[in-house]
């Protein structure tokens, strides 16, 4: 059975930096995507980047491209979404999810297996 389980939400000041993880289990990984997702309160589910763990190829959206960036650590079955220059308006759930190839990774309806989420809150 897969598993995503994500950590590194919190609370933190505008401008603060946090980096999330998704530790990924029972599935393999070749041919896969993990994507990260946020939710704020009222509103879609929007896509925030996405990596191929078997090549590392990555694509972020781009309302964040110049802040966040994606990774994984094969070795740890963990991708690791870094957040840097935080704005209250990146307040949301954040979600990791699995989808099977790395194509329309921005689409939410491309993932079938999701995390419980993670809250991240930016204050000003």
């Known amino acids: 059975q897969v598993q995503l389980v994500e950590s590194g939400g919190g609370l933190v000041q505008a401008g603060g930096s946090l980096r999330l993880s998704c530790e990924v289990s029972?599935?393999?990984?070749?041919?896969?995507?993990v994507g990260w997702f946020r939710q704020a309160p009222g509103k879609d589910r929007d896509f925030v980047a996405a990596?191929?763990?078997?090549?590392?190829?990555?694509y972020v959206g781009d309302t964040v491209k110049d802040r966040f960036t994606i990774s994984r650590d094969n070795a740890k079955n963990t991708v690791y979404l870094q957040m840097n220059t935080l704005k209250p308006e990146d307040t949301a759930i954040y979600y990791c999810?699995?989808?099977?190839?790395?194509?329309?990774?921005?689409?939410?309806?491309?993932?079938?297996?999701w995390g419980p989420g993670t809250q991240v809150t930016v204050s000003s």
């Open positions: 999810a699995t989808a099977r190839g790395f194509f329309r990774v921005s689409l939410v309806e491309r993932y079938d297996y």
């Open positions: 990596i191929d763990y078997f090549s590392g190829s990555a």
């Open positions: 029972g599935r393999t990984f070749s041919g896969y995507t």
